[in-house]
């Protein structure tokens, strides 16, 4: 099928007819496609997926074959996506603004002091209660406080207990 040639200034049509249920619909309800007319697939988004679900239960073997070549092929940019997004959304971090703080901290813990390991990336220790980032932590501080329940009082308590040698009676 060849594209239609419009010409030079003329608008496509606000609606188009869906090839597979025939139903006219806004142009809006056709996903993109380079190569088709106007710019948008042929069948509207309700049949385009109704139709890749019947492709997916006719063809499970196929299917399988794909998504897996498609995890193996994609699993590093998703993994990066998935550490990117995290940080914006949980965090209203950027990847920036976390390379910062790491070099700020010269790529030790906030807390311990320890290098944090090369294959290892840090903790983001934020305040649960307001959300407000406090530092990078290595992966056993970050539990620690986690344990704590980020109680400064409690923390406080576990350091005179550690600093006593443990519990006497008095």
């Not at 200034?9 to 056709?30: D, I, Q, S, W």
């Not at 920036?96 to 990336?121: H, L, S, V, W, Y």
């Not at 539990?143 to 923390?155: C, E, K, V």
Request: hydrophobic residues 30%; charged residues 30%.
């Amino acid at each position: 099928m060849t594209n239609t040639v419009m010409p030079f200034g003329a608008l496509p049509p606000e609606t188009k007819k869906c090839n597979r249920c025939g139903e006219e619909k806004p142009l809006e309800a056709f996903p993109p496609n380079k190569q088709g007319k106007y710019g948008r697939h042929s069948f509207c988004r309700m049949c385009n997926s109704a139709a890749g679900r019947e492709w997916r239960a006719s063809h499970p073997e196929q299917q399988r074959e794909n998504a897996s070549r498609n995890y193996l092929n994609n699993r590093g940019k998703k993994l990066e996506q998935n550490r990117v997004n995290k940080l914006r959304k949980a965090y209203g971090l950027s990847v920036d603004d976390f390379d910062a703080m790491r070099a700020t901290q010269k790529n030790k813990c906030a807390i311990c002091g320890k290098e944090f390991p090369e294959r290892r990336r840090p903790y983001v220790d934020h305040d649960h209660g307001t959300g407000r980032v406090r530092g990078l932590l290595c992966f056993c501080c970050n539990i620690g406080i986690g344990y704590l329940q980020d109680d400064p009082a409690i923390a406080q308590r576990a350091t005179m207990y550690l600093v006593a040698g443990g519990f006497h009676e008095r």
